[in-house]
């Protein structure tokens, strides 16, 4: 913590000031300039807050220095960690992508959604049982029974699931079907409960951005996530919101790039939900895999005009294909592979 | 909904439009204008999604017309709702003051806020109990035991009580306490499977708006809880994320009129969340309440630079008094009273 | 400056600082903590950039410590800054009205409103000779004309003028016509030439607030303009650019509280611009006041529905007449007068 | 344009609505549904503006149909338009660098940038010599001298030279000199009078968007350039303003994907001011140009640690040729060559 005094701060605020510090168990270093002190904390600044100095007579301003985060640090932990999904690695030279209609319909649509999934080469199906949907009166999602017919057509052709938990009461059901991978929404990043109960288990965890959150405050509940346990963690950048009306949200290449200097774990992205228009996913696509991402996540509908949400995002299975073979031409000019 | 047709769209294409508006129930009115076709779905549009139409061919962009939200809206409902909370009326002349720390810590420190509470006029007691906080590592409130100090304080003054509900395991107990007011946070405004909950209930709710929620979803949050027959609402503006880094939030003072033209129900600030600073919260105050606000929330600590959270933002119980008398001379001015 | 060094930085890195700084002919205060050495900068550090030692090996980040600005700043001049034109104070005890169209029109238009703005008790006259629009097939102002036609109504009903200069080229002309405030618009915040050109002459400016302007970067504006010799400058606040589409800009009320604590000079509001609708004038106009500034800019013309520009957001002459009734009752209740 | 009447509007509001649209000579459709009537203009709506319709008693809104953007429209010139800067082509399969250093200083560090540059295999230069600094008190640039410096290096390298215009009186100079490109920068997108002198000259302009210019509103700002007659524009997207502070701005390639589909003039992007960090540059660059940009322009600078300005985001010429390296890797996968 580095405490700047006002101008004119005199002796008897910098003494409360170093005696705060050491009242808390670290030690100062006071540093006299030619228009203000500046007094540092040495020690384990966790202890301390900002507020705690912004408060007393003569301090302008505090600043902390160390980083929020630990377990999910790349300081901490300097290699690549690799998460993996029923054998499925995130984070290697391997790039995944997770594709399958935003929300669970029919046995039919999602036995067809896999059959594209699979075709087209991708090793993971998604689809949203449990939908959070900004009207009450809009379409939820079918509840336990999507999860059935996710998980039926994931194992009939062998795709691991990922599907979104809103609900913390939820958590034991998500268990008993042995989802694969639990995906925390926009909404949920700082639903601490919820990361909580995420963080006792052991499943993998995609853990979407919030729409105006930091990234410090995104590697923060990961951190919630990891203070319980579980280091299965994949971080999923869906785009920003923004001032800008000609697409849903602002996909945040630099983010991406960040996030892969700052943690160790896997990072994906959402580029369907961050354009929200089927024409901009194969752009966004490239960009976010050239910025550095470790896989995608994609809507993919049979027939997308017919979709119950999200229709003006998914991508046909053939659209998909397509990308697919652009993806692969795109890989190894990465140094990866699909 | 208003479907309007790419320059050069055909009949094929129009046709399309035409019979998927019929499909659901309605009928449509077709206008060929010199550049482009515009077709207007006539009858109750909400069966509707723009994505249906914006994914055919030859459609460039569809637009709803009607407001999604019902129960909350001030067209369905003209004159001013009154929230009661035991007697004491949010959205009336009077205006209403809830002030207390931003976490309850000890006994002492709850009654000596309840007592500064009470001594100024205010009428309501907060405090937290559960806290969300950006880290794991943060103080996360006293919990249940947190409750008991709050309502004893409460209790013991005469003050009915505001406190946080962050998970939904937790509202057996927050009705078992009989807490009087419960407030959904920014983090949680988009937490459907809460706003359900809370919906099912009748104690009277403060629904936060979220960090980057736009107005209308603000009300959908809130239609969310209406929708489940609680339509004892109230809505608190804290400020919004923004590019600007010399304040916390940024206070949106035009969310409050708009508010108070969409909506019939009761709408306060807090303003000291929105400016994160204890020096800007009498000025955000006056603005609130000048731009039409029924009341705020404000953070009173009675050792504000010794409090566990928030401590840069809390007033002392003396600033607190006399930012109250400038309110009581405000108040007539703005033809309410305190 | 305050640089902090990476973890583990070497003994060679701290020196290689440390060097960098004494090369500026500033002294260093090192302060070795547990985790990380900090290096304090000792001296007039407005020779050093954080860019400078970002770059350097070892370093993690570095800090200003002091503000950049210095002739508006209120911590070198204490008390308030009065502006006068033509003898009307902007920035003391009395609220300032400037009131009239978008844009100058004809010169009916121009009596009427001059008639409207004088009968209300508003003491200067706006109108837009030069208007910036996003289009180049907009209405682009009378130019010259419109100068003549702002100008004749001004005197004939004995109102000071406030008007646009969007070029340069025409800062000579202004100067022949006499205008009695030139106002900097939103988009030429940063239109760096011109403010060191209305920096060379004396006449009051209305410097307002670029649409996504941190308060430090305006307030770095018009210390361009002060820099220069001219130190009648007048901030104005209209709005921010926002994620929120149900208003045109959003008023940031805070930043008005802000620089009333940041530097000495006038500081008013442009509710107008900021909402864009008329209705919301009324609200923004008294939360602009009570949140602190001096006065307001207001758009009125005596037919709103004709107007060229900004139709939507003028208000009519009865409408402006019964808002400064109510300002008349919020003022003093202020500690204001009208 | 479509005028959404308010709930319950009368005949009389519909018929004033009918009689606007009529004497502005457009014709109209009529819709009257269940809840609403809505009422489509027909005819050229350029004439007509939203605000006139919205201050209209029974109208709730008025929404534009056409878009506002015609000569740099893709929809008005459907193939790709090549700019030419002295044979070198901006928009068709090849890719081109331009990059130098942020400001120039010297002789000798412009003639080791121009041939860094040239050796990586970038095909252009650049170097600012009128410099837009927040601050008055920052080195603003060489001026002319610069140029002078800027073209001696260019010519002598066999490079084409990019610089940025800040103020109209300088444009002469500009000409006398012959720069190859003008740039516009972000904090001039909308000063008009620039843009409008600009479109009277045939040199090609780099027109940069501003910090937080909607992508419409940068298209209008080209068709300023375009309305004068210069069609030789090249858009640079340089991120936007967000409230992240990780990075300076944030990249936004949504843009780039988005413009690439709406307008047929080439698109470059600066991933060096967006991310701010010499370490984003490659991730960045790699993203922009899979996201459809025809090209970059990026920091170099011979010793960055040493730069006046932005010393923090350049590269050295090492790192630049290295990513030279790895774009000509990328390129093929792109369907595009170095």
Known sequence: MIIVMAR????????????????????????????????????????????????????ERAMRVLKDYRLVAREVH????????RGIPFGGK?????????SVET?????ASAAAVKASGARLLRG????????????????????????????????????????????????????DVIQIGARNMQNFDLLKEVGRINKPVVLKRGMAATVNEWLMAAEYIAAGGNHNIIFCERGIRSFETAYRNMLD????????????????ADPSHAGGKAWMVPALSMAALAAGADGLMIEVHPQPAEA??????????QA???????????APALGREL
Do not use: N
């Open 253 to 268: 290449v630099s983010a991406i790039a960040l996030l892969k200097r700052e943690t160790h774990l896997p990072v994906i």
């Open 308 to 317: 119950l949400c999200d229709a003006d995002q998914a991508l046909d299975p």
């Open 78 to 85: 300097g290699s690549d960690s690799v998460v993996h999904v």
């Open 107 to 111: 046995a039919a649509q999602m036995d």
């Open 128 to 179: 949203g049982a449990f939908k959070p949907r900004s009207s009450p009166y809009s379409f939820q999602g079918l509840g336990v029974a999507g999860l059935d017919l996710l998980l039926e057509a994931g194992r009939a052709h062998g795709l691991p699931v990922v599907t979104e938990l809103m609900d913390v009461r939820q958590l034991d059901t998500f268990l008993e079907y042995d989802v």
């Open 8 to 59: 004119g701060a005199g002796e008897a605020a910098i003494a409360a000031v170093v005696g705060k510090i050491r009242a808390h168990g670290l030690s100062e270093h006071v540093s006299r300039g030619t228009e203000r002190t500046i007094i540092g904390a040495v020690g384990d600044e966790r202890v301390l807050s900002a507020d705690m100095f912004e408060l007393m007579d003569g301090v």
């Open 320 to 330: 998909f294909a397509q990308l697919m073979q652009q993806l692969a031409v795109l």
């Open 94 to 102: 391997q790039l995944q992508l997770i594709a399958g209609p935003c």
